[in-house]
């Protein structure tokens, strides 16, 4: 299993290394998001920090889906998924290697969305990078663990771009407050000070990784 | 695993309630290359994707090689309507990628990018590919474990006819190595001389079906009678 979730990883990195769709829409979005944030809420300088916890979540989430998406985009094209299921791996190692390559792109998201926050925003991320990783590494698994697997559902309908978001935001809700939360007691106060926080993304991370372990294949086959 | 490569009795699978193969009754013994004709709509594709594990089957019996799904697995190749490969990675990357899947050492890549005449085009992306060369792919994709039961899904569709004709020759080279074959096509004239038993789906049943050396005036009549009518 862990042999075949390697090679998943392996393929869509090299596509995404290639055809750079998902990093594109990222970079775009990513910034953008940020911009309108900013310029939207345009809080005083002393008071900017306060909101960055709330703007890189949303900005995480909102990109986040763009990129999700695109995963399970190309399993489609060519009936891909198809030829990959009817050879002899466990979905739940095509579950792994999708969710772990998901993991991979979003944490290239967050390292280009935090700086761009703490520049916007006046936060001296640096002081809090080694929690903040740990927090936006939690998140980014709960986040990837739940949208690859909704993913799935959604690239089979016809209004797949609609329908992702729709299932999806409603149940991440929990990943988002958590993850504010933990942000925001990181950047005032230290890892210490966030175990509340953590503790609701680690179980939701526990939760939903092992049921996209057990649901996919009932996902991806009719 | 004792067994024909596929025992089907009554096999059924539904849409929203609708169904597409009303009770399909097949056996395909080791060895066979059998035509499945039928017109649009007549379950051939969703037949070939059950009995390639890829849709569950509504009802019915399916016994494949005489074991269950996933073991069978190792012992189908399956190619459908479209290549099944990456558009971005090229043709000897899509086939690495498989051979890891199934566990195959990646010298019969290029033993099988020669033998379908790609070796020249294996550092391409597949989208640069024409639909006679990606064809060629999907097959080779689908051999590389040496399934001994292959299932081609209008494997005709968009050749020109000297790619056909190159196909015609892999199916005979196919059978001769011990490969069972099932085939959808609606070019009877051109498969039927090379198969063992063609059968007429129609409305989601085996509606017509003959063994032995087929003639394909007798298939076209067959084909008339239950399909045209």
Same mark, same amino acid.
């Given at each position: 299993m862990i042999r075949d979730a390697i090679t998943i990883v392996s393929k869509d990195l090299r596509i995404e290394w290639r055809t750079k769709e998902s990093l594109a829409s990222f970079v775009v979005l990513g910034v953008l998001l940020v911009v309108v944030f900013t310029v939207a809420l345009d809080p005083p300088p002393d008071a900017a920090p306060m909101l960055a916890p709330s703007v890189v979540w949303a900005t995480f989430v909102f990109t986040g889906l763009l990129g999700v998406q695109r995963g399970f985009v190309l399993e489609r094209e060519n009936d891909c998924l198809a030829a990959v299921l009817a050879s002899p791996i466990d979905p739940a190692a095509l579950y792994v290697g999708k969710l772990v390559a998901n993991v991979v792109l979003l944490a290239v998201m967050q390292a280009l969305v935090v700086p761009l926050v703490a520049v916007f925003l006046h936060v001296d991320v640096a002081r809090a990078l080694p929690g903040l990783a740990v927090v936006l590494l939690l998140g980014n698994v709960g986040f990837a663990a739940l949208a690859t697997l909704f993913a799935a559902i959604a690239v089979r309908a016809r209004a797949r771009e609609v329908m992702l978001p729709v299932l999806l935001l409603p149940l991440l809700v929990p990943v988002l407050i958590g993850g504010v939360k933990a942000t925001q007691a990181v950047l005032h106060g $230290?890892? $210490? =000070? =966030?175990q509340d926080a953590l503790s609701v993304l680690c179980a939701f991370d526990v939760v939903f990784v092992v049921a996209g372990v057990l649901l996919f294949e009932h996902v991806v086959r009719d | 695993m004792l067994g024909p490569p596929i025992r089907a009795e009554g096999l059924r699978r539904d849409y929203a309630g609708t169904p597409v193969l009303a009770g399909v009754d097949l056996l395909v013994e080791a060895g066979e290359l059998v035509v499945l004709l039928g017109s649009n709509g007549a379950g051939k594709t969703t037949l070939l994707r059950v009995l390639a594990t890829l849709l569950r089957p509504s009802g019915g019996v399916l016994s494949l090689f005489g074991g269950d799904a996933r073991a069978a697995r190792r012992r189908i190749g399956y190619v459908g309507h479209e290549s099944g490969c990456y558009a971005d990675l090229t043709g000897a990357e899509n086939l690495e990628f498989h051979a890891a899947l199934h566990g195959v050492p990646s010298s019969r890549v290029s033993e099988l990018l020669e033998w379908t005449g790609l070796s020249s085009a294996a550092r391409r992306p597949l989208r640069t590919y024409s639909r006679g060369m990606s064809q060629r792919l999907a097959l080779a994709r689908a051999l590389l474990h040496r399934p001994d039961l292959l299932l081609l899904d209008e494997p005709y569709s968009g050749l020109d006819p000297g790619a056909a004709a190159r196909l015609d020759a892999l199916l005979v080279s196919l059978r001769a190595a011990g490969h069972t074959i099932l085939l959808t096509t609606h070019d009877l004239a051109r498969v039927v001389p090379l198969s063992t038993r063609v059968a007429i789906l129609h409305r989601g049943r085996i509606a017509w079906t003959q063994a032995g050396a087929v003639d394909p005036v007798v298939v076209a009549s067959a084909y008339d009678a239950v399909v045209v009518a």
């Open positions: $230290g890892l $210490g =000070a =966030a | -």
